[in-house]
């Protein structure tokens, strides 16, 4: 079969795969968000850009996309794919965990930020529906974007995740009522039954994913065929948003679900590093239909009124997530930087906005222009995003942070213990205790605050930014201890510095013995589960003063460690046995 290269479709394919190799290293050579070249590339290769002259100019056709709307189902599946990544680093565990921030600071923010923003539209002479739809789709922040800059790890992101989570799942509801509630609306009963429906299409797909996925996967490895394993994650993310998207639900569901299922499984690292790739390149596409949007004419007539709504949005939402997260309790630091990276619309606002025009409830040329706010808004996240982190580091400095390497001798700190709660501060006297030199890093300024009156040596810093690890020269450092209660972020502290330091000796404080596996499947040289041992020594507390001898009680906690060290190997596929309470084994050998 002759292939026409020639033809318009494969014209467009080819201008967004040469998009994608130009500008990710060209933007990664200079450091910047390779987000801002795809939407770039957007502009320039759009209707509004170079594809205006393609008429007069008849080779520009095989360098501009020359049918928009050809490549938005390809955006659309850059958006799912994303969302199955975002699924993928995360647990039903962590989920649930999280479930007052989703449900409380994600719908407060979403909810209070559309009002006011509904509100000042309604000054400027909107009326009042339609007013409250543009506050409602505005309000909404950019999950394509804030979550990979911010990553699904840090403080940030954490707290940026879970309000996103509650947008993407309150979309439904929001487009049935601004469709039920317009001049031209749908029946708003349609809405509980789509409820309804989909409720039970995320029970099947969580019920049938648990016993099946598991099968599918074993199948996949056994073959050793990394396409066989492509395959198989494709297919059970188009499954599962082609079931959310057939129930009424958003397919973007269906594919974080599928990447919660997965992530389940112990499969999940190789299925991430084989859709990383994919991920990327079909998130770029999305990226430069974004571009597309952008009329440089209308932005050079009406670029006053643009930028006083970009700005004015974008103040709105970042004053009132930076009040929520305070009164939830976040430190400064935190907050700003959250708060302003969630300034800007979404990708989902133009979803939103397009229903609401379909329901007659806000007129075209009023939607046109908050469409290319919502454009202009997309663009400037990466920037937004960098003078947030700009803000961050500034309230950090202003209220005790310390630059790491005028504490750190450049000999090396000896032991760097992160995390000065109750187990750090043990572990500083311990060593203290036997003239080991120590620097404490912690990220509670009051923590570090108090400590420093006590004597101890403790750094202010969240070890969740990469720039503060670099700098703690872990290079020359006899050991490294992570105390911290956070055990995604111990997984992957410990999974970056063992690639970089190998010879590193790193002790971490796990939550339980699965955590421990996972623990040496990152690199530890030791974990420590405190369950395991906290219930260990509460066992043989209680067996001694029930008066049973203290020989047997002994021996069956010495079998019951062994048993779940066996259990910790094998969940690590380690070939060494792991150390469970060396210290304790010695001390009552030496007995």
Sequence with gaps: MALHVSSNDYSDVLVILGAAGLVIPAFARARISPVIGFILVGVLVGPAGLGRLAGEIPWLRHITITDPPAIEPFAEFGIILLLFSIGLELSFRRLWELR????????????????????????????????????????????ALVLPIAGAATPVGRLAFAMLLFEDVALVPILFALAAFGPGGADSAALLQ???????????IFLIGRLVLPRVFAQAARTKSPELFFAASLLVVVIASLATEAAGLSPIIGALLAGLL????????????????????????????????????????????????????VAIKTLVTFALLKLAGQRNSVAAETSVMMGSPSETTLIVLATAAGSAMIAPATINFWEIVTALGLTLTPMLASLGRLAARAIDRRQGSDRPEEIIPPEGAGVVVIGFGRVGRMVADMLAMHGKSYVAVEADIDCVTAARREGYAVLFGDVSRSELVDRLNLGRAQALVLTMDDPVLTVHLTRRVRGWVPNLTIIARARDTDHAAELYKAGVTD?????????????????????????????????KRDTLRKAIKDAAEIERTPRLARSRRRQEAAE
């Design 527 to 559: 974990a420590v589960p405190e369950t395991l041992e906290s219930s260990l020594q509460l066992a043989e507390a209680v067996l001694t003063d029930l008066g049973v001898a203290v020989g047997p009680v002994i021996a069956s906690i010495h079998d």
């Design 100 to 143: 007052r921030e989703v449900f409380g600071l994600g719908a407060a923010e979403l909810f209070v930020s559309g009002l006011l923003i509904a509100a000042a539209l309604i000054l400027f002479g909107q009326a009042s529906f339609a007013a409250l739809g543009l506050g409602i789709a505005l309000a909404l922040s950019s999950t």
């Design 194 to 204: 789509v409820l309804l429906t989909g409720g039970l299409t995320i029970a099947a």
């Design 262 to 313: 997965i992530a389940e499984t112990d499969y999940h690292r190789e299925v991430e590093v084989i859709t990383a790739p994919f991920k990327g390149l079909a998130l770029g596409v999305f990226l430069i239909s974004v571009g597309m949007r952008l009329d440089l004419a209308q932005l050079a007539k009406d670029w006053q009124a643009l930028l006083g709504a970009i700005a004015g949005v």
